[in-house]
């Protein structure tokens, strides 16, 4: 059997996990799905812009122009965390944890889905600014830092974006005249 190179293991624990969220989480954390597959979509779309490196390729700018306006919803899974409070987790007479299996599930769940996205996002990220600063800026060591600054400060508007103004990179393609 042939060895499974890292995107493909990746892919795969990907589309388990969201296959698990699908079935196991109902509502109100359905939205779970969702927000991990759109977070999911920047780390594809990494793999392809590295398959397409060459500055001149409309392929490579087009696929990390895709990449940016969908990377922020890797770490954006995060603040779905701050629903966890809808569980209730503590007994309501003395504030301790509640033993109930089915909260664990949830929060085990979406723990693992936030720190997923974060992580392997961030990762992609990281050899995203590296194949730039290889591309782009390769007299100017450790130019790459400045990539993951800049990837870091957009993300930081386009979670903001998403989470108090309720604009999602999906409504671009759905609905783009909301934006403009």
């Not at 392929?59 to 890797?74: K, R, V």
């Not at 830092?145 to 998403?162: A, D, H, N, Q, R």
Request: charged fraction near 10%; charge should be positive.
């Amino acid at each position: 059997m042939p060895k499974l190179s890292y995107q493909w293991k990746l892919r795969l624990y990907f589309l388990i996990l969201l296959a698990t969220l699908q079935l196991l989480l109902k509502s109100p954390f359905n939205f779970m799905a969702l927000n991990v597959f759109l977070a999911y979509l920047p780390i594809e779309f990494g793999f392809w812009v590295q398959h397409f490196a060459d500055r001149r390729s409309l392929a490579f700018w087009s696929l990390l122009f895709l990449w940016l306006i969908f990377y922020p919803n890797a770490p954006y899974v995060m603040t779905d965390l701050f629903h966890l409070s809808w569980l209730h987790p503590h007994t309501s007479t003395t504030g301790i944890l509640r033993a109930d299996p089915k909260m664990w599930l949830i929060f085990a769940l979406m723990v693992l889905s936030a720190f997923s996205c974060a992580i392997f996002g961030t990762v992609e990220m990281a050899r995203l600014s590296r194949l730039l600063e290889k591309m782009l800026t390769p007299k100017f060591s450790h130019s790459h830092l400045i990539w993951v600054g800049c990837f870091s400060f957009l993300s930081g508007i386009g979670i903001y974006i998403g989470r108090f103004l309720r604009l999602h990179s999906i409504y671009l393609f759905i609905t783009p005249s909301w934006f403009f």
